[in-house]
């Protein structure tokens, strides 16, 4: 196998700048060699701050201009699918942020340009690759709750998204933006896929924020029938303010699993006796997924070296995408939506 | 005011136990001084056990073979229209357990039969009592988390419900044996009335334990949207085996608070590395609400006493109903069920 | 047996507040006819506001013009010794607050004047009755740590003791107004008595707050070895203001087990995600030991009721009184004392 | 500055795995180029594990074959002095294990020769590099909880020590082995120099594990009194089985702070209503403090790159062997020693 691989990061902006401090500081046989953004000065910036040399404007100038065996794509939703096959006709492995795309026809793009050419693609569900999450999975699959009756998974975020990732018809809003970690996470923790969806939606912050987008919700709550007969709830709230906080709960047959929780560092604090003990909570999702973002770019460079597909890639992008497209016409049409409506159109 | 009630409990099983230890240990303003169940062994059981002198097989024999101010009454759900007529014409005080009746006209007729009989009726909502669910009650009508936008409210109880109990002619299910508590608790928290609701349920034990009920789940997971545009989730498993859990969890435009945890007694052992750290959990729902039953005895002691309304009463235990219903129509008819569908039935 | 006893209560102060709530609210079987207080106006609050009809300035008026047949003595401990030889005396069963008394001397005239008289008496070590306490104190008996090998034992109380207790002269200081729980707890848990002890104290408040008191402190760290070879430490703060704080950490030879915890109500807030989680932390030992006050006084009527001796009696009084003075002879003279030193003595 | 630094790691064992670990796959900025240890079979082991091509069976040989900027001395500690006076005087910065050396003379020695050299020095106290401990620092310096009173500081091990770090000649035993990170981190913490200890040691386990060591102890308890007037407790178990235990409480005039925590990944699992609540615990000090093994070796090779002294070095680790030293003599002369009459003897 080679010594290491060569990586261009498409897109610089702020999970950029997460996956080039793995690459650069934590994974010692990927070289973050070629760095695009279509915005000079953020391009420099993030470019500058990881020593990386060779910048571009386009992945086509890049794919021209550079040398390198992988791409990771971080850019807004609506171009995944252009860059995707782009890199895939290069010949290029792909790491993909998530949402994999805008609806499955991008998804279905994607997946025969990477058929057609040979290369992996990994999805950037991290949430696999976080150690309690890994750990809670194998645990499950070993039975130690029973067959899974239902699950609960939530994602809370702190900060009002930009304006492409609240408006469907960019990114498909926070179903996408926000819970595609949570539609990817019940269907591999229940280990059977989603059979219908329904979800109530509610816009609670957005007229003091200035939020005119069509559509907009900052809440939303999903409930989930799978075809093993278990249930879901995946719960998304952004802006939330409060911290960054992603949990999950599972009942089985046998008992219950709690994954993660909202307490960040073991520090508590007591000097006010009236109002109690103070424990710090995650503040951003680059702090709760440290090792998550480390390790699933230690995977995607594996994968390439070693020549083994990755092990959450298109299959689990194109459901994640098909859940949020189910549950996007629930709320609008005020109904349960099954899954075959989705996917039967693609 | 007079010094003391004199107390008639009705019916004297399971929650019976938990009411007579709260009155004869912890209400010296109450004296209980008769018991009734149509059972003649569980009568004497009971009462034997608390040092209860009258005992009647049923309650118009105790209405005119005893005297007392008020009753308990702790029978099925398919008695407690006629118990509780019986009683408001009777001039007693009525405490009556949850859920409030099989439907609306029974609940209407209970209504009635207090209003024109000038007796006070109270609803076994307990988890309004209980410390932490008062406290955070107090504290988010306050406003500490800001407006409420989601509220996730559980009940997980431990065993298989007796058979009364899980067919939906003679109790409405888990829905309402299960649920009751949650229906009240997130209408109570939200400060808003339920807009409509959708329903999902599963049967996962049943079978392996004989259960041939027509229609049994054992699993619900419900979603709500409020009048106020607020969401909230409902979630019942019953039996869960793993023990009694029973907790809430809200956000709200400022911030999150939950309420109750699994953990029962505050003790942790360690003495398996590979295993890890061992906590009690609460095993059933009159440990973890020792004082919620308590308190709600006092308070309905109190409220006959000194004669003011008790603080939870029949209108509550009508929404509870009204919720029920609509949630077992939802899932029948695998549609969103409006409240005013039900409501307007009455 | 009788159906109930009469109970004085000696002393109207703040934990007598405390036991008259217990017997008045929850131990049916006692009724409380009596009560005592130099100061007629503490003794007419405390009356009023739970009822007590007969009401004394002194044990002796007490003893001479009321029929009781128990006294539950919590004045300050300088005149424990007077109160109780005086019960027994007049054949009063006893229920005595920590610390027995300033010295072994009085706690011999004490047990001497029980025994002569054929009282019973009960130490007010409340944690023994602390559901909590109990059932750990169960599990280690059981085995379940393995041979109890190191004992941490901390109480840290929140406000400044008046001034008779903290004056060695008076009180014995912090090692026993508010240690004497932690001498009990260690001893009993250990299975075994204390062989020598090492002390060291500081002042870190008194100076800011006006105290004067010769060999005032506020610290306290005390290490103890015990007759089995295990170990244990003693940690004692106060005014510590936080709250109310009282657990235990103990290693066996198969493992850790941690009793009690400083969190209280299970509510946690988050709202400032700078600052993180809030969650309410114990803030008075009434409501941290709620449960074990009820408890220990329910114990005291059914051992004068059954005639039978109480679980926790003089002998673990005189233990605890030992291991302050050893403590105390500790920090004044610099040295580890033996408690044969102290125990010698008497 | 030059662009990275070359390491030559001295000693091939268990935590010598641990920095090339950190080294290799995290510190991007080091270069781990040298490997020594007098053992060919665990020399070539290491080596191979993380490629190292470089590979000596002497300091000496490593010192005049090959170039390198850096040590990393992971030996015993009775070689510590030998290795770091060698790497001193051939011009190497240093990075050595703690505990620093068997006296205070081997200090003065190592202190000596890297001031004569003008070479830097870090010691291995990594806890000063843990998120939690070092958040917790600072904090408690900028005064969240006002001047420190009192702290208690743990590190309880799961296994047996090797033979020469329980022989009190070849290690000074667990108060070195075990404990020197509480030595620190309470002198780091306190803001205070230890002014006299008290030390009570226990063997309980040693027999049954065939351990013939004279003054075997494997239970340590020490009592501190700093020249601020402030306290403090160290505790020592090792072995104690049950998983790897490092936490600290500190008590100053405004409140309390806990530092870490048992419980491992936050994974909760309930499926035995019985025993409760499990979640893992910490099972290794690698897995507890795998940042702070990572951050401490980033700030040794950025300290060497940018000519800055190291923010821990000779003087910590003089005055942890100090307390070792001083806490050795009060437990075999049953008495508190002052640091003083250690410190006077060098």
Wanted: proline share 5%.
């Amino acid at each position: 196998m080679p010594a290491s691989i060569r990586v261009c990061l498409v897109g610089a902006g702020r999970v950029a700048k997460v996956h080039a401090n793995s690459l650069v500081r934590h994974v010692p046989l990927a070289k973050l060699t070629s760095l695009v953004d279509t915005d000079p000065e953020v391009l420099n910036e993030t470019a500058d701050q990881f020593g990386i040399e060779q910048r571009f404007e386009s992945l086509e100038d890049a794919l021209s201009g550079a040398a390198f065996e992988a791409v990771v794509i971080t850019t807004p939703t609506f171009v995944h699918k252009t860059m995707a096959v782009s890199a895939a006709k290069a010949g290029k492995h792909i790491f993909l942020e998530k949402p994999m795309a805008l609806d499955l026809e991008e998804c279905d793009e994607i997946i025969d340009a990477v058929n057609a050419n040979g290369v992996f693609i990994q999805m950037g569900f991290m949430r696999r690759f976080d150690p309690e999450f890994e750990a809670a999975g194998e645990r499950i699959e070993a039975g130690e709750i029973g067959r899974p009756m239902m699950i609960k998974s939530l994602t809370h975020g702190p900060g009002l998204p930009p304006p492409w990732a609240r408006d469907l018809k960019t990114s498909n809003g926070n179903l996408a933006e926000v819970n595609s970690h949570d539609w990817d996470t019940t269907r591999w923790l229940m280990n059977s896929d989603p059979e219908r969806v329904y979800v109530e939606v509610a816009n609670f912050k957005g007229e003091a924020r200035g939020v005119k987008t069509e559509n907009f919700y900052d809440n939303s709550l999903v409930n989930i029938r799978f075809e093993s007969g278990g249930l879901g709830s995946i719960s998304g709230i952004c802006p939330c303010d409060y911290g960054y906080d992603a949990r999950v709960e599972i009942v089985g047959e046998k008992g219950i699993m709690q994954i993660g929780q909202m307490q960040g560092q073991a520090i508590t604090l007591g000097v006010n006796r009236k109002e109690g003990l103070v424990t710090p909570i995650f503040r951003t999702w680059p702090e709760r997924f440290a090792w998550a973002y480390i390790r699933e770019m230690e995977h995607f460079v594996e994968s390439v070296l070693t020549q083994t597909p990755p092990k959450v890639g298109a299959d689990e992008g194109r459901w994640a995408v098909a859940g949020v497209l189910a549950g996007t016409r629930s709320f609008l049409e005020e109904r349960p939506v099954y899954l075959s409506e989705v996917l039967g159109e693609s």
